[in-house]
C-alpha cells in the first residue's frame, strides 16, 4: 500500500510541476543567429515575476507605430546587477532595445543590451558577465 501511494505522489508532483518546467523556455523561442536593434518610448515596465519586460512604443520609417517586447531577466537578478527596481522606467521614456527576435516573427526581444537614448547602457552595464536568461 505503501508503494501505490509513493508512486501516485510522485505521479501528482510530475504532472503539477511540467508546466512550470516546460514554460521557462531560454533562448530556445528565439533566434539566436542575429541582433536587432529597434528604438522606441516606453510605453509599459514590469518588473515582476518570470521575466522583467520592457513594451515599447517604435515608429517606423512610414511613420507607423510599432509595438515591442524587450524580456531580461528575473527581477531578482535585474536588482542585483544594475540596481533597479519597479520605477526605474516610465511611460514616456526613450531606449534602444537591442537583442533576439523571437522566431516565430512576433515583435519579442530576448534582450542583450537595453541603451538610454543617449546611448547610454543600462543593461548589463560593461559586460559583468552575468549570464541572462
Not at 542575429?34 to 512604443?57: A, C, D, M, R, W
Not at 510599432?66 to 514616456?92: H, M, Q
Not at 543600462?122 to 558577465?129: H, I
Amino acid at each position: 500500500m505503501r508503494i501505490a501511494f509513493a508512486i501516485l505522489v510522485l505521479a501528482v508532483s510530475t504532472v503539477a510541476i511540467s508546466p512550470a518546467a516546460s514554460a521557462h523556455h531560454g533562448n530556445v523561442a528565439y533566434d539566436m543567429s542575429k541582433l536587432i536593434t529597434v528604438k522606441g518610448t516606453v510605453s509599459e515596465y514590469y518588473f515582476t515575476n518570470p521575466h522583467v519586460q520592457l513594451l515599447i512604443s517604435a515608429k517606423k520609417e512610414d511613420g507607423s507605430v510599432e509595438k515591442w517586447r524587450g524580456e531580461l531577466n528575473s527581477p531578482n537578478i535585474v536588482a542585483r546587477v544594475v540596481g533597479w527596481n519597479s520605477k526605474t522606467f516610465k511611460p514616456g521614456d526613450e531606449v534602444v532595445l537591442v537583442g533576439n527576435r523571437a522566431k516565430d516573427g512576433a515583435n519579442v526581444l530576448r534582450l542583450e543590451k537595453l541603451l538610454g537614448a543617449d546611448g547610454t547602457e543600462l543593461y548589463p552595464k560593461g559586460g559583468n558577465g552575468v549570464s541572462r536568461f
